[in-house]
């Protein structure tokens, strides 16, 4: 994800916080591409409180427009849980120490949250990847989706561990088959979250996993492209924090786990 650094200038935190309220916008509409056209044709199709939209040769799924928001709300404590509470778990401390520092990266006053060397360490490695499947094994979860490009690290061993499928959700134009996709707002602009077509299905219970959550732009809009395919998504999961985003507060209702607080 884009988002894997902490804003360290007075001057970078006070227009994140005037750019937040503009970050999560809902979209009324469903935007199918045949990533496979030469072209690239794509149609969009309205969702007012109902769409029935065809998924597979045999099926269709209903969508409702409620199942396509991911709001700030209130204080959830089922959404407020992070490994850290179990402070006697020393596998967090080689998490946290495994993670480098890197100051005025991609461009000055942002310190970005480095993973990877927290993968040159296969024993904090797989410390992190343990505490999710500890967390998980026994959630009935059939559906691991992983956020482009650090979520393809953390989700498919633990896909794997717990008996599930693992799913990536893509940038556009990187899936070769026919997509469903998800725009959502940045700080400057929009982006596009792809899904293939047929990868999961409604009634299917799935994990959200990315290494990092910032403002929670990323995760939101991947949590709204599961719901409209008619996904239970039972948790968002990430190694990393950093609250001073606020980004937890963005995904409103829907729960979120982390490892540590960068």
């Known amino acids: ?27 009324n509409s469903l935007r199918i591409c045949d990533s496979a056209s030469p072209k690239r044709l794509c149609r969009s199709i309205a969702a007012p409180s109902s769409v029935q939209l065809p998924l597979y040769p045999s099926q269709t799924h209903r969508i409702s427009s409620r199942s396509m ?23 967090l401390a080689r998490i946290s120490s495994a993670i480098r520092v890197i ?47 650090r979520g393809f690290i953390f989700g498919p061993p633990i896909a794997l561990a717990i008996g599930a499928k693992f799913v990536p959700m893509r940038k556009p134009k990187k899936l070769p088959g026919e997509v469903i996709s998800e725009e959502y707002s940045l700080e400057y602009g929009t982006d596009v979250m792809e899904m293939h077509v047929g990868a999961v299905q409604a009634g299917e ?19 709204r492209l599961l719901e409209r395919v008619g996904v239970d998504v039972v948790e968002c999961a990430c190694v990393i924090e950093l609250p001073e985003l606020k980004g937890r507060d963005r995904l409103g209702d829907n729960p979120l786990f982390v490892l540590i607080s960068g």
């Open 1 to 27: 994800m884009n988002g894997a650094s902490l804003l360290n200038s007075s001057t970078a935190q006070t227009r994140f916080a005037s750019a937040l309220p503009k970050l999560f916008r809902s979209t």
């Open 69 to 91: 928001r991911c709001a700030a709300s209130g204080d959830s404590a089922k959404s407020r849980q992070m490994a850290a509470k179990d402070g006697d778990d020393t596998r």
């Open 103 to 149: 100051p005025d990266f991609p461009k000055p006053g942002i310190l970005f949250q480095d993973i990877t060397t927290l993968l040159l360490d296969p024993r904090a490695f797989k410390d992190s990847i343990d505490l999710f499947v500890e967390r998980y094994k026994d959630k009935n979860i059939s559906v691991v989706a992983g956020i482009e490009a």
């Open 205 to 223: 219970r799935a994990l959200i996993v990315d290494d990092l959550i910032a403002t929670g732009g990323t995760l939101c809009a991947a949590i």
